[in-house]
Each structure stands twice: as structure tokens, then as C-alpha cells.
């Protein structure tokens, strides 16, 4: 990966910030305590821990309005990388036990900066080929019937690193770390667009936000009367402005790129806009000269998230734990392989199944001290199965450029270092 | 001892138990209000007449309650909107170029216009903060291998309007919304010219614009991966 000169190669924008901090990076499941990690957000270099007195022995502190994570944590949760206006930052997978992200470490994707919204002139405008167009404060679309859901978010460009130049080194974070999966609370679109009376013969919604970059992508009508949520909260809050503060727009399964943020108009149309990031990019290259345009569908993936880079194992129980989801429904099954996929497993899942989720899956599994490979396969409600790197580089090519899901694999070497392998028939 | 409470299905025990449990409830609330004490006023406590009651599929000792109320589809939420703020809005250019707006602009304009773009964008739109913009090759073979092929309004943009569109919305980056629409017109030219898409003496405007040949040779498929159960 030479200049940044890819259109969407822009999403890779913060990862050498990121990077430095995943590598340095301790994990506190492993056998060693977190090591502070170098700063990547510009801020000031970390403290070094402290040494705390036996908390038995002296008072707590008082309690304070929001609480801050323990400091043995805060570095971990630095790692995202990032600090520009176009860029990505990507959440510490690795970090994270059960199902929902934390709502501060929630991947970031920004088309012009984080828009700052003041909620009390906030406007949502839905118009077009619509009988009323109709504008909505904040107060008018939390008087809906509300809907509160988990689904995961993901960036069609989540993997890219793994798939395009991929590195023993990368963490869980810098492989699949545009990944959020949060309870959003808001308004069914199908509601609001119902008021306004869309007209028999518009086929496709434009959406747009209210930031910088005034981002716009094309939905079709059948998705935005399904299942689509105009989202004021995440995880039982108010969403922050870097998640779209005050509405963003949720699109259950379909890349995070259509959950437009700080959405600010709705256009009910016939026909898609070929707006920017439905034709430069949000493309997929495949051989042969084509190009897959409105691949909406986020496919059946998985990760182990333990063990990963950067952990040491020494022998003995390390059950096996990871993130399943599908922008087609439920997870049906995980799988799991220890023996470098000669033989698989059915792994246990946690969490709300609810469809287009992320599912926590976990096996146990004793670790013999030989060398080894660990794989997790994802299968979903409607039979799809993750593919392996060699059936996804025969199906997309090598020069593809988003919806990266070939199966992840990690090598547990004979000293119990765990090294990403993203081919493993070369390894 | 949980085992023998199941088993107890008598409605009079079973009322007894819920009293218990609402007392239970009532001492045990951690409601500190600032005071420390706790000791607000007690929620509404039901007569134990009414405790006995209860529906059918209702938990015993519960008076009868209403099933789930589904809300009415139209609820008469939010105003009209004022044309005004349509108009404001509704900036998007689409694929016909139906939407574009009057004025023109030619490509000596748009050149004069573009260095407030070479911060981010290279003097010769190479690319730097911001994605390269001028790059008529390859034309091809982009899926094919890692060769990190640059995408561009040379090689892989599709629609002219496309481009008017993005300036219009999003460019320069630092100052959104800045251009005119025929200082637009003119950096949709220039740029377009730089791509080697349109001549030096070219004007873009509503007509013509729509109609300039791009040059992306890839050809835009729609999406095939639905209901395979493998990767496609």
C-alpha cells in the first residue's frame, strides 16, 4: 500500500496511527498486564499505571456524574486511531467481552468531520414523490412509537487491510474493527414515511445528511419500508455526535455507508441518484472488468477474538471466543477449527439472535503447546456459509476493494505467540 | 423450598406469595433521593381484593388487562413543509442531469478556480489529503490483482452529473457549500479536461454536461450474491 491515491483507500486513512497503537498494545486476558499503549489521537503521552493501595484499606472515591473507565483500561481504549475529517477509526474488538460496543470505542466514519447539530433547530425534511411533504423537529419524531433493536454496523471496507495487505501483525482491531453492534432506539422509517403518503411509483429514497460532506446514498423504497430505523439513541443514550447526533439513519444488514448520519432530508424518487459514494465508490471491482454497484448486503463473517494478536498462550484451557454476524438474518451456526479447518466444531452463542446482530460465539479448547491454526466459520439463517480465502479470491479477485468476509485465521506458533494468517494455504 | 412453592398452584397461597413479594419490593427499594433515608412516599398499594382477581393468560392475583395496542399507522405527527426549505435542500443532481441548475462555466475558469484545491488534491490533481482526481489510466483490470489500481473520474466515474453533484455538495472541503454554481460548472470542466473526458474550448452547462462521454470501461453490474449460499 504505497500513496494514498485509491479513492477508497481513504478508509485506511487512520490506520497507521492505529496500528502503532494495536502493536503495542498488551491484552489484559493475556499473561501479561496491559502495557500503555502510544497515544495515536494526538493527545498527550499516556500516564504510566499506577500503583494502587489495597482498596480494602482506604475509602473510594466519591462518586462522579459519568463515570471514567479504570485506568488499567483507558489505554486499550486509545488504540482507534485516526484524528482526521475523512477517515476511520476502528474499535477494539479484542477489548470488548458480550455482544454491544461500547458506545465511546464505536468505529467512526467521516465524510467531512463530525457535524455539530444543535437539536433545537434540527429539521427532517421528507419530500419528493410523496402526497404532504412533511418536515420533523426532534420532539415531533420521538413522539412516534419507538423501536428499540441491536444491529451491527459494519464499513463495506472492513478487512480491507486483512485482504489487501495483510500483515502477521494485525489485531482483531485493524482486521475487522469497523464493526459496531449497538441497541438503537428510534422511529421505524415506514412510520414517518407513512405521514407524508409515498407514491405508488417511487422505487428509491435518497438520503442525505446535514454534515460537511452533506453525504447522500440511494435506498431502495422495499428496504426503507422494512425494516430501516431513523435512530436518536444508541445503547440507551442519546447518540454522540460522532454517530450522527441528533437522528442517524439505521439500515439493518446493509453497509454502514447507507446509515447516514445527522440525516437531515428524505427523497422519495424513481430510480437511484448515482450519487458519489454509489459510483466512485461503494463499488466492488471484480475480474473481467465489472464492477458490483449496490451490494448493499453485509455477508456472513466471523473473528476470534481470543485468542488474537498480540497474545502468548502457554498451554492448557484457553476457551475460544469471537463476534459472529449477517446483514441476511440470524447466525445460524459458528463453527469452529483448531486443527486449521480439518475439523470443525459447533460453538456456543450469546447474545440477543435478533437477525442482522453480531452473536458473541465460544468453544472451549485446551491448548497442547503444539504449533496450530484456529478458524471460525459463520453460518446464517438463509444457508450462507464464510467462505474460505481461497473460494473468495475465486469468486471476487484479488483486486476487489470492499465486502471482504474469506474466514480468519490465527497461528498459535510452538512459543504460543498468535499471529494473523489471512491465507492459510500459503502459511 | 423453591421446589414446594411451585408446587402450590391454590390461587389463595398463590395471592399471599404476590403480597409478600409487593411488601418485599416496597422495603427493600434502594430509592435514595440526596437525604439518605429513603423513606419517600409509598407507591400506590393494591387493595388485596384486587390482587385476587385476574384474566385469563394474566399472572394470578392481576386484575384483567388489555392486550398489546398496536398504534395507529398515521398519527398526524410533523408540518408541512415550506417550500422554501425544499428548495434550499433539494440540491441533488441525478444521472440525466434534470436538476442542474442554469449558469455555465468553461475549463480556463475552472483552472483559474483550482488551486483553492491543491492543498488537499496536488497541483495537478494527483492526489494527497484528498483522493487523486485526474488519472485516465488504467482503464482496466482492476479486480483482477493487487495492483492498486487508482480509481478515478477518468477511469471509473460513470456520470458527469455525478461530479457537479459532489463539488457542489461537499467541495472545497474546508469551505462546503462555498462555490457558485458556475464557479461548479467550471471546476466540473477543468477537471473533466484534465481527465483528458472533454476539450480545452468546452463549456459546461446544463446541456451540455449531461452529455459528455466518460471514461470508465468497467462495467457496472447489479448485485448477484442473494441466494446462493456461497460467496460470490
Same mark, same amino acid.
Given at each position: 500500500m504505497s500513496a494514498p491515491v485509491h479513492p477508497s483507500r481513504r478508509d485506511l486513512f487512520g490506520l497507521a496511527a492505529g496500528l502503532v497503537g494495536g502493536l503495542t498494545l498488551g491484552v489484559a486476558s493475556a499473561t501479561s498486564p496491559p502495557a500503555p499503549a502510544a497515544?495515536?489521537?494526538?493527545?498527550?503521552p499516556p500516564e504510566p499505571l499506577p500503583k494502587l493501595p489495597e482498596a480494602t484499606r482506604v475509602i473510594g472515591q466519591a462518586s462522579t456524574p459519568t463515570s471514567p473507565r479504570s485506568v488499567f483500561e483507558e489505554a486499550a481504549a486509545q488504540t482507534a486511531g485516526s484524528g482526521k475529517v475523512s477517515g476511520t477509526t476502528f474499535a477494539p474488538l479484542q477489548h470488548f467481552s458480550g455482544t454491544l460496543t461500547p458506545t465511546d470505542l464505536q468505529f467512526q466514519r467521516h465524510h467531512g468531520g463530525i457535524a455539530q447539530v444543535d437539536p433545537r433547530s434540527y429539521q427532517l425534511l421528507i419530500h419528493g414523490l410523496v402526497d404532504k411533504p412533511l418536515r420533523f423537529t426532534i420532539d415531533d419524531l420521538r413522539r412516534f412509537p419507538s423501536v428499540s433493536r441491536v444491529h451491527f454496523i459494519e464499513c463495506a471496507g472492513n478487512g480491507r487491510k486483512a485482504y489487501r495487505a495483510p500483515a502477521p501483525e494485525l489485531t482483531p482491531q485493524l482486521i475487522d474493527g469497523q464493526l459496531n453492534n449497538v441497541e438503537f432506539t428510534g422511529v421505524e422509517l415506514k412510520r414517518v414515511l407513512a405521514e407524508a403518503g409515498v407514491k405508488a411509483e417511487a422505487d428509491w429514497l435518497l438520503v442525505e445528511g446535514g454534515d460537511a460532506s452533506v453525504m447522500t446514498r440511494s435506498l431502495p423504497m422495499k428496504k426503507g419500508l422494512d425494516d430501516c430505523i431513523l435512530a436518536w439513541a444508541s445503547n440507551g443514550e442519546a447518540l454522540r455526535p460522532a454517530h450522527g447526533y441528533p437522528l442517524r439513519l439505521v439500515v439493518p444488514?446493509?453497509?454502514?455507508?447507507?446509515?447516514?448520519?445527522w440525516i437531515r432530508r428524505i427523497e422519495a424518487k424513481i430510480g437511484p441518484s448515482m450519487t458519489r459514494d454509489e459510483t466512485a465508490d461503494y463499488t466492488d471491482p471484480l475480474p473481467g472488468d465489472k464492477a458490483r454497484q449496490f451490494s448493499f448486503v453485509m455477508d456472513a463473517k466471523s473473528i476470534i477474538l481470543s485468542p488474537s494478536h498480540p497474545m502468548t498462550l502457554r498451554p492448557g484451557f484457553w476457551p475460544i471466543s469471537g463476534l459472529a454476524w449477517s446483514g441476511r438474518g440470524k447466525v445460524a451456526r459458528v463453527d469452529v477449527s483448531t486443527d486449521g479447518g480439518k475439523t470443525w466444531a459447533e460453538a456456543s452463542l450469546q447474545g440477543a439472535n435478533t437477525g442482522m446482530t453480531a452473536v458473541r460465539f465460544e468453544h472451549p479448547w485446551t491448548w497442547d503447546g503444539a504449533p496450530t491454526l484456529l478458524m471460525s466459520r459463520c453460518v446464517d439463517e438463509t444457508g450462507y456459509v464464510q467462505p474460505t480465502y481461497a473460494e473468495f479470491v475465486a469468486a471476487r479477485g484479488l483486486g476487489t476493494d470492499y465486502h471482504f468476509n474469506p474466514i480468519r485465521s490465527w497461528r498459535v506458533a510452538a512459543d504460543g505467540a498468535v499471529r494473523f494468517v489471512a491465507n492459510p494455504e500459503v502459511a | 423450598m423453591s421446589r414446594a412453592r411451585i408446587t402450590i398452584s391454590h390461587g389463595g397461597i398463590a395471592a399471599v406469595w404476590v403480597a409478600l413479594i409487593l411488601s418485599l419490593a416496597l422495603i427493600g %427499594?434502594? %430509592?435514595?433521593?440526596?437525604? %439518605?433515608?429513603?423513606?419517600g412516599a409509598s407507591p400506590p398499594q393494591r387493595p388485596p381484593s384486587e390482587a385476587t382477581a385476574g384474566a385469563a393468560g394474566a399472572p394470578a392475583g392481576l386484575p384483567p388487562v388489555g392486550a398489546v395496542v398496536a398504534p395507529p399507522t398515521q398519527l398526524g405527527l410533523g408540518s408541512p413543509a415550506d417550500p422554501a426549505l425544499i428548495a434550499a435542500w433539494d440540491i441533488d443532481v441525478g444521472p440525466e442531469g434534470k436538476e442542474l441548475p442554469p449558469g455555465q462555466g468553461a475549463v480556463a475558469e475552472g483552472q483559474g478556480l483550482y488551486p483553492q484545491c491543491i492543498a488537499c488534491h496536488g497541483p495537478n490533481g494527483e492526489g494527497g489529503i484528498g483522493p487523486q482526481l485526474v488519472g485516465p489510466t488504467p482503464k482496466t483490470g482492476f479486480g483482477d490483482d493487487f495492483k492498486d489500481h487508482p480509481r478515478t473520474i477518468g477511469n471509473w466515474w460513470a456520470y458527469p452529473t455525478t461530479l457537479f453533484d459532489y463539488i457542489r455538495r461537499a467541495? #472545497?472541503?474546508?469551505? #462546503? %457549500?462555498?462555490?457558485t454554481d458556475a464557479q461548479t460548472y467550471a471546476l466540473t470542466a477543468y477537471l473533466l479536461h484534465k481527465n483528458g473526458l472533454v476539450d480545452a474550448a468546452f463549456v459546461a452547462d446544463a446541456q451540455s454536461l449531461p452529455k459528455v462521454k466518460m471514461g470508465n470501461q468497467v462495467q457496472f453490474v447489479p448485485d448477484d450474491r442473494e441466494g446462493h449460499g456461497r460467496v460470490r
Open positions: 497515544s495515536t489521537g494526538g493527545g498527550p444488514g446493509y453497509e454502514a455507508n447507507l446509515c447516514v448520519k | %427499594g434502594c %430509592g435514595g433521593d440526596g437525604q %439518605g433515608d429513603g423513606r467541495m #472545497p472541503q474546508h469551505a #462546503p %457549500g462555498s462555490l
